[in-house]
């Protein structure tokens, strides 16, 4: 059963990257391990244990998530697929030359140029470059300066730290594919609390809060992006989560994929306050293509000194979505 839930930041929201090398997709994509983070700590926070989720620790969790990617209008957008082309001819005008570098910065397309994508039909890169420059112009990322205080530092630090603030017209959406119906209640009531609380870092400073938009929180997948359900993609499936392979399926061939570092950030235990430094851990990023769907695993990312394991989420979102 796959839902989707659209909501709108009332707050500005700090994702980005906790190790070298940056996040392609910081300020613009919510990947999923935050999002499954965010909704499971505040599933502990209001019921106090971890009945029913068993099914994450033997990779059968009783539900799925997509990262979380922007809707501007009717136009809801996923990561630009990561497909070999054949080798372009050098560009014969300046114009031309400035189109090429517009469309290499292109990070995510509405759902109808990504349908064109997966079936290998062309698309009109112009367009490409408008939609994406409107949803550019939508999302404003600012850097702050903040202090650092500590009794083992013989002096404070300067550091920075990056958010975003959207539009009202932007909204942000995701996907879930409910395998355990009987959790669904506890499912939205983690949701509206993760709303409250806020998603993402520096959230004791109200960043990251948001509100659900759609009327029934869970509702069916818009008819704009059902079809995603049946588009043709010659046998290959593209991520639109980040995943923690449990295959070989990356290496085979028509397989295109980037990796990723994830972990290596602050984690706090929702029972006893107490914070540690996860492991690092390399998973595939949305807009991979897969040869074959892997399910995914929930890589161990424990901090060293802590005795109660933490897992980072790792599971695999597809389109075509089935």
Same mark, same amino acid.
């Given at each position: 059963?796959?839902?989707?839930?659209?909501?709108?930041?009332?707050?500005?929201?700090?994702?980005?990257?906790?190790?070298?090398?940056?996040?392609?997709?910081?300020?613009?994509?919510?990947?999923?391990? *935050?999002?499954?983070?965010?909704?499971?700590?505040?599933?502990?926070?209001?019921?106090?244990?971890?009945?029913?989720?068993?099914?994450?620790?033997?990779?059968?969790?009783?539900?799925?998530?997509?990262?979380?990617?922007?809707? %501007?209008?009717?136009?809801?957008?996923?990561?630009?697929?990561?497909?070999?082309?054949?080798?372009?001819?050098?560009?014969?005008?300046?114009?031309?030359?400035?189109?090429?570098?517009?469309?290499?910065?292109?990070? %995510?397309?509405?759902?109808?140029?990504?349908?064109?994508?997966?079936?290998?039909?062309?698309?009109?890169?112009?367009?490409?470059?408008?939609?994406?420059?409107?949803?550019?112009?939508?999302?404003?990322?600012?850097?702050?300066?903040?202090?650092?205080?500590?009794?083992?530092?013989?002096?404070?630090?300067?550091?920075?730290?990056?958010?975003?603030?959207?539009?009202?017209?932007?909204?942000?959406?995701?996907?879930?594919?409910?395998?355990?119906?009987?959790?669904?209640?506890?499912?939205?009531?983690?949701?509206? %609390?993760?709303?409250?609380?806020?998603?993402?870092?520096?959230?004791?400073?109200?960043?990251?809060?948001?509100? %659900?938009?759609?009327?029934?929180?869970?509702?069916?997948?818009?008819?704009?992006?059902?079809?995603?359900?049946?588009?043709?993609?010659?046998?290959?499936?593209?991520?639109?989560?980040?995943?923690?392979?449990?295959?070989?399926?990356?290496?085979?061939?028509?397989?295109?994929?980037?990796?990723?570092?994830?972990?290596?950030?602050?984690?706090?235990?929702?029972?006893?306050?107490?914070?540690?430094?996860?492991?690092?851990?390399?998973?595939?990023?949305?807009? *991979?293509?897969?040869?074959?769907?892997?399910?995914?695993?929930?890589?161990?990312?424990?901090?060293?000194?802590?005795?109660?394991?933490?897992?980072?989420?790792?599971?695999?979102?597809?389109?075509?979505?089935?």
């Amino acid at each position: 059963m796959i839902k989707y839930i659209r909501f709108h930041f009332k707050e500005p929201f700090h994702i980005g990257s906790e190790v070298p090398g940056g996040d392609p997709f910081a300020g613009l994509v919510i990947h999923s391990d *935050t999002l499954m983070g965010g909704i499971l700590f505040n599933w502990i926070k209001l019921f106090g244990d971890t009945s029913g989720l068993e099914g994450f620790l033997n990779g059968n969790p009783p539900f799925f998530v997509s990262s979380v990617f922007p809707v %501007l209008g009717d136009n809801f957008f996923l990561p630009k697929p990561k497909i070999i082309s054949d080798k372009e001819k050098e560009p014969e005008s300046e114009k031309e030359m400035q189109m090429r570098k517009k469309y290499k910065r292109v990070k %995510l397309v509405p759902v109808d140029i990504l349908k064109l994508y997966l079936e290998a039909q062309k698309v009109d890169k112009e367009v490409i470059i408008e939609q994406w420059e409107k949803l550019s112009a939508s999302i404003e990322n600012y850097t702050e300066p903040r202090v650092r205080l500590g009794p083992q530092m013989e002096s404070s630090q300067i550091f920075y730290i990056t958010r975003a603030r959207t539009s009202e017209e932007l909204d942000y959406y995701f996907f879930v594919n409910i395998k355990d119906a009987s959790l669904t209640d506890k499912l939205l009531a983690s949701l509206k %609390l993760l709303a409250e609380n806020g998603l993402g870092g520096f959230r004791s400073k109200g960043n990251g809060r948001f509100e %659900l938009k759609t009327e029934k929180i869970l509702e069916d997948v818009p008819e704009t992006v059902k079809q995603l359900s049946s588009i043709e993609t010659n046998g290959t499936f593209m991520l639109i989560s980040l995943l923690s392979p449990s295959t070989d399926s990356f290496q085979k061939e028509k397989s295109c994929f980037e990796l990723i570092i994830r972990g290596g950030g602050w984690a706090l235990n929702a029972k006893t306050g107490s914070q540690g430094l996860k492991k690092r851990v390399k998973m595939l990023i949305e807009g *991979t293509i897969l040869a074959e769907k892997d399910p995914g695993k929930n890589p161990d990312v424990t901090p060293s000194e802590w005795k109660e394991k933490i897992f980072q989420y790792g599971m695999g979102f597809y389109v075509p979505l089935i």
